[in-house]
């Protein structure tokens, strides 16, 4: 999942006054400790790595108190450079969305160390640790399974000829089509039902960053193999298995530390919940401030190569006893009715017709459902993605 440590910081605060109120549980009036509502608690978050074989992308934005109900907010305006170590060579980041800075594409030097310089309008300074520049070897396969006909397993394979590349982390992004079950072939227009004339899209495209945090260390292997690594599992009943889904496998070949970060980072925002799982930790990473030392920075930018494959699951490839129902099940998969006398309740923006019933003399009514039900792009986009199969399930 993309880092969101503003999600974390928030989560940390959160447990630590979550304990206090487990003691006093028994306490009529609530405790709220006053870091929720601490205004200085604002530090900057960097997101992203340096990318040795393409455009680096880096995301900057800043922590919000727990108490904070809005968005977190993205650090815009900055000046951000790649810098090498040896030669003294400067890559500019360019702002091409608020918070989001990108590089041209660049091939980085295996034999220096590189570091991120962000300057922000705030005339604060910061600065990554300057880290050697790591190569990820492809993938090999990612395929999947069905786990006891209750959820889809998707794994993967790699290894490195070199044996270089000891510490990895994945990541991964979502597609799926959203087919409406129900196709109107009536509108209601000017008061009158008539035979549709712009039709619903039949298919639109949704998706999302996976969340876990997929981690492997192989320096207690002879070889650096990864084999039948688990990336990520799917419910059967889940919406994504219903027509088309396709996953995208990112890999990254990373340093001790940055896996050390990654590490912690997954204690601290997944394995949370019970007595018995490991506590939150602070979040130490590889930025800090220039301007001022003592400043808490969030994030850790490493230097290495991207390497992906993306796999596609289509509904017809299950079994029978794995296709599952539509997406639409509940609400969505029945039709409701009303009758002629009741076709001007069409002008309600909150009900669609969808068909005509007809009685033993005529037309007796019509069938109806919600917008969502049938407008896909209600929940997502009818442009299909380029790397999509033209034929749909």
Partial sequence: MPFRPGTFLRSRKLWSGAWLLAGLAGCVEPYAPDVINDPTTSYLVVDGFLNARGRTRIRLSRTTVLAADKATPLETGASLTIEGQQDGARYLLREIASGTYVSDSLRLDETQQYRLQISTQRNTAYASAFVPVLLTPPIDS?????ENDQAINISLDAHDETGQARYFRWQGTETWEIVPTHVPIIEYVNDTIRPIRVRY??????????????LADLTALSSSVVRDQLFHSLPILSKPLFSR?????QQYAISKEEHQYWTTLKKNTESLGTLFDPQPVQLTGNVQSLTDPTEPVLGYVGAHSQTEKRIFISRSELRNSLRIASEYDGRCARLDTLSVYEAYLFKSPGIVPVGIIVGPFGISGYTWSIPTCIDCRRRGTDVRPSYWPKESF
């Fill in 142 to 146: 990612v395929r999947w399974r069905s």
């Fill in 201 to 214: 899209p039949r298919v639109c495209w949704t998706g999302q960053q996976v969340s876990s945090i997929r």
């Fill in 245 to 249: 889904y396709s996953l995208l496998v």
